[in-house]
């Protein structure tokens, strides 16, 4: 339960983000809290989000409420996080350390890590790809289509896009038919590629590695 509510965001755009697979929505304030929760929930260790989680005293008559708190469900300790763009006069001054103070050792207290995420681990080429993937991931599957493109990736091991693509539909004409099938299974874990770089044609598909085995 958030201990502080969202208000309206005169300066801000602020919203709700739903996170999915049965996750809770999570509320933000501005559009770099949005990116931060877009990364969130496609990490599929991410078993929740909550927003404005816990009110720290950092000094006599004054508190401090981090952001948000990140669960995971592999073993990683969960994080309590301040979303701040780096040029932030308040950060830069150092203005912000004493209440930063507070939340690590308040966060070491219960096992947790407290972090501070600015834009420079939040707007990356995995964002960007996340972002041109959301609208593909709940378009229906294709279950014929898919048995294909997995019999060819058990068969011939990874695959580029474009030669993955024309191989499930029998060449270049049909590939504009394979794509939404295939960007959809990227999006939803059931094909893996690498999202720490810009996403194109000749992006390398292979199964997860869980089922690559089966």
């Known amino acids: 339960m958030p201990v502080r ?16 697979g049965g996750r809770r929505g999570v509320n933000v304030e501005s559009t770099l809290e949005r990116d931060f929760v877009l990364l ?9 989000i909550e927003e404005q989680p816990v009110r720290i005293l950092w000094a006599p008559g004054r ?19 301040e979303v701040k763009y780096s040029t932030d006069k308040a950060l830069l001054a150092g203005a912000l350390e004493g ?3 507070a939340a690590r050792a308040y966060a070491a207290d219960q096992g947790w890590r407290f972090r501070v995420v600015t834009e420079r681990e939040i707007r990356t080429p995995r964002l960007a790809n996340i972002r041109f993937l959301l609208p593909f991931r709940d378009r229906p599957v294709n279950p ?8 060819l990736l058990q068969a011939q091991g990874a695959l580029g896009v474009a ?27 059931e094909l893996a590629a690498d999202l720490e770089q810009p996403l194109t044609m ?11 085995g089966a």
């Open 5 to 20: 509510k969202i208000g309206l965001c005169y300066r801000s755009v602020g919203g709700r983000v739903p996170m999915g």
């Open 40 to 48: 969130s929930q496609f990490d599929g260790a991410v078993t929740g």
């Open 63 to 81: 508190s401090y409420v981090p952001d948000f708190l990140v669960t995971y469900g592999d073993g990683r300790p969960n994080d309590l996080v």
């Open 99 to 101: 209440r930063f103070a």
């Open 144 to 151: 014929g289509l898919m048995v294909r493109i997995h019999a």
């Open 163 to 189: 030669v993955l693509a024309d191989l499930a539909e029998g060449g270049p004409e049909r590939r504009a038919h394979v794509l939404p099938t295939l960007w959809r299974a990227v999006a939803r874990g």
């Open 202 to 212: 000749l992006s390398i598909l292979d199964l997860p590695t869980e089922r690559a």
